[in-house]
């Protein structure tokens, strides 16, 4: 049996040619088909020939593979975006009246489609603090379709305690997905701590360091769909993959958001890498919080790697060694915030997430700007925090550039 790293660089790529060593770009739109019975037998699913690449394309077929591969997931769906694959999915199981309930504490966008985007259309989000069940418990009625979370939240770095929360949901028949963008597959196993879907951005480490944007929707086992009236007619059908089929022949489909072939290609080429990356940043990250810790001039420093970090037990139990690449830290004020930021030489002032570069960011001025302060409270948001995102640079001259900006 092949090693993790081994099969991600080699992948089960069904295209057969002779010659290149990497999987080609399929550039086109549409495909010819031998006849046209082949072609009818597309249109209603039963052969897997692609036939326009809004639906499905070849070097994106190649990349869900290999993140079925990375997930065990029974099926994936790659998109244009993580934010895609978060719309397709409320799209996909809630209709009006119903409610999600999700973490307060999640990527800044994401707060933001719960909270402004989806509002109009009747379908209700309830913020919960998913640290504490009985919170979840009394937000959770029959019109509930989905819990939502994530593995890491950023720049808040909580981790919650995902089994209790998968056990109770699986005994209730609540669908659970988990945003798993910050550790991935690679670190967390969403399946074996009981989840039903997974969302991850490829656009930060299955990217390969920044290149593109992307996302994928994992599917794991479930009968849960038998519940949800919206897809019943698709559960009749299709069983195990009822909401797989009802995005793949209907919503992710409609909604076009498909991801293109080149950033597909960009990230497959990521994905071969993604265990080395992942390893060096995060073990940088690690080293990084540990400076930082004892440093004078630093109010605070937030890493569940530090031994005092509130959720260490946690993060270790579902972790092991590894605790993702960001590190929030606070100063006294903005101010000094700011001060420290323009200082600094090598590490990059800007967004995004585990990228190859170090890149830092003060979120309440950016990510949050838009936010009055009774949001900024519920997402655990002050403007002392700066949020750092650790890179695979050599170690010493993270540090140094850190330690020379902070004075
Ligand atoms: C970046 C990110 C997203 C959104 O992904 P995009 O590809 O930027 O749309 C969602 N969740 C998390 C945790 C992220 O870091």
């Known amino acids: 049996m092949q090693s993790i790293h081994s099969k991600l660089i080699h992948g089960q790529s069904e295209i057969k040619t002779h010659g290149p060593m990497r999987p080609p770009i399929y550039q086109s739109a549409a495909f010819e088909f031998e006849t046209a019975e082949l072609l009818e037998e597309s249109f209603r699913g039963q052969n897997k020939l692609p036939a326009y690449s809004r639906s499905a394309n070849p070097t994106v077929s190649e990349l869900e593979s290999r993140l079925k591969i990375l997930s065990t997931a029974r099926n994936a769906i790659c998109m244009s975006s993580g934010m895609a694959v978060v719309n ?5 199981l809630c209709q009006q009246g119903d409610n999600i309930v999700v973490s307060p504490y999640l990527f800044g966008n994401t707060v933001s489609y719960f909270a402004k985007t989806i509002l109009p259309f009747g379908i209700e989000v309830r913020f919960t603090d998913f640290s504490n069940l009985d919170d979840i418990a009394n937000k959770v009625d029959e019109k509930t379709r989905l819990l939502f979370l994530e593995t890491i939240t950023n720049p808040q770095l909580q981790v919650v305690n995902f089994d209790t929360i998968t056990k109770w949901a699986n005994e209730r028949g609540i669908l659970t997905c988990i945003d798993n963008t910050l550790l991935t597959s690679y670190v967390f196993d969403a399946r074996q701590h009981g989840f039903d879907l997974e969302v991850v951005s490829t656009s930060k480490y299955i990217s390969g360091g920044g290149t593109s944007i992307g996302g994928a929707l994992l599917f794991y086992e479930t009968l849960k769909y038998e519940k949800n009236s919206k897809i019943r007619d698709y559960f009749e059908k299709y069983n195990q993959d009822a ?4 995005l793949r022949r209907e919503v992710y489909r409609n909604m076009g958001c498909c ?20 390893d060096k940043s995060m073990s940088n990250a690690q080293k990084v919080a540990e400076a930082l810790s004892v440093n004078s001039r630093i109010v605070k420093v937030i890493y569940p790697g530090l031994p005092d970090n509130e959720y260490h037990n946690l993060a270790k139990k579902y972790f092991g060694d590894k605790h993702g690449c960001l590190v929030t830290f606070e100063m006294k004020g903005k101010k000094d915030c700011f001060e420290m930021m323009n200082k600094l030489k090598m590490i990059k002032r800007g967004t995004n997430l585990c990228d190859n570069k170090s890149l830092i960011i003060h979120p309440q001025s950016t990510i949050y700007c838009e936010y009055p302060d009774e949001t900024l409270q519920m997402c655990g948001i002050n403007d002392r925090m700066i949020r750092l995102s650790v890179g695979i640079e050599d170690i010493n001259d993270i540090i140094d550039d850190l330690l020379n900006a902070i004075g």
């Not at 397709?88 to 996909?92: D, Q």
């Not at 597909?264 to 994905?271: F, K, R, S, T, V």
């Open 88 to 92: 397709s999915l409320v799209l996909g």
């Open 243 to 246: 909401l797989f089929y009802k």
């Open 259 to 278: 991801l293109s072939p080149e950033s597909a290609w960009l990230q497959i080429l990521g994905l071969e890498t993604l265990s080395l990356r992942a």
